[in-house]
Antibody
Framework: QVQLVESGGGVVQPGGSLRLSCAAS????????MHWVRQAPGKGLEWVAF???????KYYLDSVKGRFTISRDNSNTLYLQMNSLRTEDTAVYYC?????????WGQGTLVTVSS | EIVLTQSPGTLSLSPGERATLSCRAS???????LAWYQQKPGQAPRVLIY???SRATGIPDRFSASGSGTDFTLTISRLEPEDFAVYYC??????????FGQGTKVEIK
């Protein structure tokens, strides 16, 4: 069965960095486009970043451009490098597969940016 | 950039009633790229509908959706207790950012 397992969240000070990972299993990872989506506490869903199945195309939410980098290792791992973190980046970050819509989601990893 | 606006913000209904949720886009896009999601507290979202009207695997047929251009609708024909949740629409392929609507909460009246 398809599984997406995020890791790497935690508490970081403003201006700090974190790298999130997402381990994929149960499907041929290299065939699928992938995304990161976040959800601030008590708020709605916010798309963050996209990477094409082969890693050649990447898109970002305007507010994270230049600070976040999405990447993938097609031996089954998706990454999100987050630099220059701000308090408004505090959220649960989900790794998501795209096929028929965003069809599989991880359980999420919490990132808290606070001094 | 496509902005999605959902209405109403909250829908208060009883089990067995029909729910009609609206999603309006700031500009027209192909319905191929419209999806609906359900999210329950403490859980990740799950896809209900993609391509504006196709039910995802395992989604009961009381969920249906329609629409094109800028106006899309999700209908739950008869609410079951497990359907009380937050629902989001999303455009997922027309062009980035792949925005979500702000959500409609369906609560028990």
């Amino acid at each position: 069965q398809v599984q997406l397992v995020e890791s790497g969240g935690g508490v970081v000070q403003p201006g700090g960095s974190l790298r999130l990972s997402c381990a994929a299993s149960g499907f041929t990872f290299s065939n699928y486009d992938m995304h990161w989506v976040r959800q601030a506490p008590g708020k709605g869903l916010e798309w963050v970043a996209f990477i094409r199945y082969d890693g050649d195309n990447k898109y970002y939410l305007d507010s994270v451009k230049g600070r976040f980098t999405i990447s993938r290792d097609n031996s089954n791992t998706l990454y999100l490098q987050m630099n220059s973190l701000r308090t408004e980046d505090t959220a649960v970050y989900y790794c998501v597969r795209m096929y028929h819509g965003f069809d599989y989601w991880g359980q999420g990893t919490l990132v808290t940016v606070s001094s | 950039e496509i902005v999605l606006t959902q209405s109403p913000g909250t829908l208060s209904l009883s089990p067995g009633e029909r729910a009609t949720l609206s999603c309006r886009a700031s500009q027209s896009f192909s319905s191929t790229y419209l999806a609906w999601y359900q999210q329950k507290p403490g859980q990740a979202p799950r896809v209900l509908i993609y391509g504006a009207s196709s039910r995802a695997t395992g989604i009961p047929d009381r969920f249906s959706a329609s629409g094109s251009g800028t106006d899309f609708t999700l209908t739950i024909s008869r609410l079951e207790p497990e359907d009380f949740a937050v629902y989001y629409c999303q455009q997922f392929g027309a062009s980035p950012p792949y925005a979500f609507g702000q959500g409609t909460k369906v609560e028990i009246k």
